[in-house]
């Protein structure tokens, strides 16, 4: 994660068009004006992240290395048998082997398939290491902060008015433009990528390179989770695309970590492959921002399938659409419900697809009354 990702400029110069001439004073604008970085931690003036890797190529080692990663402490686990973790498990472990459709051999095999393929796409689509340094590293940040100075002034004095703005900025002007620009648009640009990755499957469409903000952003946001939400949903509504293509990864209908991309190679280009290169390019992610955003969510997506309820584990603990969540999905109760994956909820609780726990119990104490 290196400073902001592709010029502020291109993605402010829409502001240009709109501000008067008059909206602030010039001694207040060169008061606020950074002179000086002082970068946070995360910030690296070298060319790559390891010495002997490239950040283009770590973008494209991070997240199958974490995926292999997660999916080998969960499955030592699952060998193990460890009382504490045995107590948790979603299933008993003999369902593993009698309900799944599908042989470990396969899986494996399938898995390193959709990763060969998502790195080959992803070679084609990233651009060449020099010019991704000459984008993201060997830029002068300092002029960047400079061109963010004037927007910061402008929304200062809309939003409190020109007293109580120009008092704001005269106290905390330059500490204000640091922060946005160190942290607040890349916080923003990195949750967005996120929600993007997670909700974003057949949506390919490329962003303007200058887009209206957080306006134009929003609704591609609310496109894209919609356009996931009735995408999955469609799947299993037509037989003939699930028996065709999502049926491959509903063979584990007790699901394990390493199996969380056993998908048909169809639907793992689209899901995933296209889903992180529409993220990347959509919100303008730096390589490094990029390198955080697919190393987590392959994570996630491993901590998803992992077969265990663990109160404490941070991709359980802060996300409600969790393994317990998805687990439910993969059962012939759930099938027709909690499409929505892996974060976020909401549209199956908009739409009335969303099924708790509670109520899977209550179906499955009715068939064995039955």
Known sequence: MNALLSPISSQLAYLDSLRPSHSFNTTLLSSITPTALHPPFYHLARP?????????????????????LVSLVFHVLDTAKFPYFEKRRIHESPEVLARNKATVGQVFRAVILQHAIQTGLALLWFEDDEKILRREVYRDHLADMAQLTPRVVDAAILLLGRRSGEQLLRNHGEALVRWLFWWGI????LFFALYVTVHSFWFTIRVPASP????????IVF??????????RTFHTYTYL?????????RLYVPYAFGALYNHPLEGIILDTLGAAVAHEASRMTMRQAI?????ASAKTVDDHCGYRIWWDPCQAFFYNNSD????????????ANFSQPFFTNWDVLLGTRMTREEANLKTRRVKAE
């Open 292 to 296: 955080v955003l697919f190393a987590f």
């Open 325 to 336: 969540y998805h687990d439910i999905h993969h059962q012939a109760y759930g099938i027709k």
């Open 48 to 68: 790559s992240i390891l010495p002997f890797l490239s950040d283009k190529y770590l973008s494209l080692a991070a997240p199958v290395v974490i995926y292999w």
């Open 242 to 250: 699930y028996r065709k293509i999502h049926s491959v990864h509903h």
């Open 186 to 189: 890349p916080a923003f640009q």
């Open 223 to 232: 496109v894209m989770d919609t356009w996931q939400y009735w995408w999955h």
């Open 212 to 219: 209206r903000l957080a306006l134009t952003r929003l609704f």
